[in-house]
């Protein structure tokens, strides 16, 4: 989390608010806590469980949809193939919302 400051999170609702994405892909855990689990536009945390810690939505003010955050392993980790089809898994049904 030492990597994500306040100001790159506060770069990152406004960039989500510039952009108005349906559905956001975190890449790596380094900044997975501060979007998904300490983030106070969160709008359910049992959805973390519900879905192996994969997918979660927020709300942002300034934006009139929630949006999905979806996290994977980074490409460079040995974990990303191993967690690939799970994360398809997920994808898949966010993508059909």
């Given amino acids: 989390m030492a990597d994500l400051s306040e100001r790159d ?3 990152f ?5 510039e952009l108005l994405p349906d559905i956001v892909i975190i ?10 689990e300490k983030n106070e536009c969160l709008v359910s945390k049992t959805e973390l469980d519900e879905t192996e810690g994969y997918v ?7 934006i009139t949809h929630e949006i ?3 996290k994977t392993c980074h490409p460079s980790s040995s974990a990303w ?8 898994k ?8």
């Fill in 9 to 11: 999170f506060n770069a």
């Fill in 13 to 17: 609702n406004e960039t989500l608010v």
């Fill in 27 to 36: 890449w790596g855990r380094v900044v997975n806590s501060r979007l998904r």
């Fill in 56 to 62: 979660c939505r927020i709300k942002v003010p300034e």
């Fill in 68 to 70: 999905s955050l979806i």
């Fill in 81 to 88: 193939f191993s967690m690939m089809d799970t994360f398809d």
């Fill in 90 to 97: 997920y994808l898949s049904l966010e993508l059909m919302r």
